[in-house]
């Protein structure tokens, strides 16, 4: 059995090794992220040369500056990929961290912006991540934007979003167009079903294909190294994801 | 050398007092002891994000604004009396985001009057920030706007390290940006582990680790002094401890008995 975490993983494996986005040879992962720290972890272990800096990572942190020195790299330009999640998402790809209701989270305040509204400007590319696919997450327009997903020319940015990851698809996005188009879903998923549970309006071809299954090599890669790396970090995933042969 | 009762004593009601995150280096202790001794109306700054030492001073009636860019128990999820003081209207929130909070502290450790940072414009953080200014970038021919974030020296920045020497040299590892913070605050107080016998900045090894004196006003002694928040690779993150806090702390009488038996060590009835 495949657990939806293990998809995901994969999913956002492929995102990060697709050809036609710029090239990640140094990944930064900020906290409470273990879905896109096992995909990093899975790009590294099937052998691509990348840079992985775990911002939360305990023993081995690679930072000697804490988190001002991811900044630091990234507003140099030296992360080429980060990911970025939120209470809200827009089909603008605009980001809301902070909360619903009067300023600044009246009706319910989420934790706060943390890096995205420097970020998500400075990394040539963003993955966006969020399990939970509702419209309460997957907004027309988000109550409050903590960091845009499109800038005008006389405002530096680097990049913005390559894709949305969520629990039922995966959305790419047009920076042009400033869209999102409806790209892979997830076993069990119909387009109907994402159109009913997605807020925004975005584009969709009349075929769209399944996200693929993980391959035998990558789930013996996620359950073997790559759970005995994230295993000081990431405890309670690890044992609710990896080791599952007592529920199954 | 002082007490930790002495040196929440010397934390005067309204100050603006700047606590790194659960991941670097927080004084767990001074905070639970900032509680006993009853302050109010701090000014809390989250360096740049804060967690557990917030949320139980939030909620014990300790905080009238936080200047932070999240406020979060990590994997233990959102912190509760945080949400519910928001909600309630009870604290000014002053969001931000991180690496604005770093040149904010930078701008003040340089003595210079601002600090540059890309990013932010388009963010509605911007809008309620007054004190943050778009500028075009005056060493640009072309259309360039930058925002502009004033120096930031806060009132007392307070952590927990592992050790200090006698001439209040303080070894906080690889998080060195407790150093910037020491550097730009007016006052810096210290927890420690325990005490290092010798000068910390005569050893090649751990003088890249160590702030000096300097800077430092006091340092207390407060074993276990993170506690529950992981210190280093002396002891590991105590989820259960959050987990419970967390449950308990969703309404006021909740985090209040948490409190009196955690803070106050009193006996509660069951």
Known sequence: MIALEERLAVALAELILDPAAPPARHIAVGAASPIPAAACWLVAKRGHPVRLSLLHKRSGNPFTEGSRELFDLTGQGRIDLFFLGGGQIDGQANLNLLGTGAWPGGTVRFPGSFGSAFMYFMCPRTILFREEHSPRVLVDRVAHISAPGLSPPDVFRRGTAQALVTGRCVFSFDAERGRFRLQSLHPGETAAGVRAATGFDYDEATEVPGTPDPTEADLALLRGPIRAEMMETYPAFCARVFDRKAAA | ?270
């Open chain 2, 1 to 270: 050398m002082i007490t930790i009762e002495a040196m929440a004593a010397s934390v005067p009601d309204g100050a603006m007092l700047a606590l790194p995150p659960d991941n670097s280096l927080p004084s767990v202790a001074l905070a639970k002891a900032l509680v006993r001794r009853g302050v109010r109306n701090l000014r809390l700054l989250g360096v740049p994000v804060s967690g557990f030492a917030t949320d139980l001073l939030i909620g014990a009636g300790c905080v009238a604004e936080v200047q932070s860019s999240a406020v979060s128990l990590g994997e233990a999820g959102f912190a509760p009396r945080f949400s519910a003081a928001i909600r309630a209207g009870s604290i000014v929130m002053r969001d931000a985001t991180c690496p604005a909070i770093h040149a904010m502290l930078q701008a003040a450790e340089k003595g210079v009057p601002f600090m540059p940072l890309r990013g932010l414009i388009g963010s509605d953080i911007l809008l309620h920030r007054p004190d943050w200014k778009i500028v075009q970038n005056p060493l640009s021919d072309v259309p360039d706007r930058i925002v502009l974030l004033p120096a930031l020296s806060p009132d007392i920045a307070a952590f927990h390290a592992v050790m200090a020497d006698r001439d209040g040299n303080v070894w906080l590892g690889r998080r060195r940006e407790c150093a910037t913070l020491a550097h730009a605050s007016r006052r810096v107080l210290v927890t420690v582990e325990r005490f290092f016998d010798g000068n910390l900045l005569e050893d090649e090894r751990l003088a890249p680790g160590t702030i000096s004196g300097t800077y430092v006003e006091a340092v207390a002694l407060a074993e276990r002094g993170a506690h529950p928040v992981a210190l280093l690779d002396e002891y590991s993150f105590d989820a259960e401890y959050v987990a419970t806090y967390a449950r308990a702390a969703q309404t006021q009488a909740g985090f209040d008995d948490w409190c009196a038996r955690e803070v106050f060590g009193r006996a509660v009835a069951a």
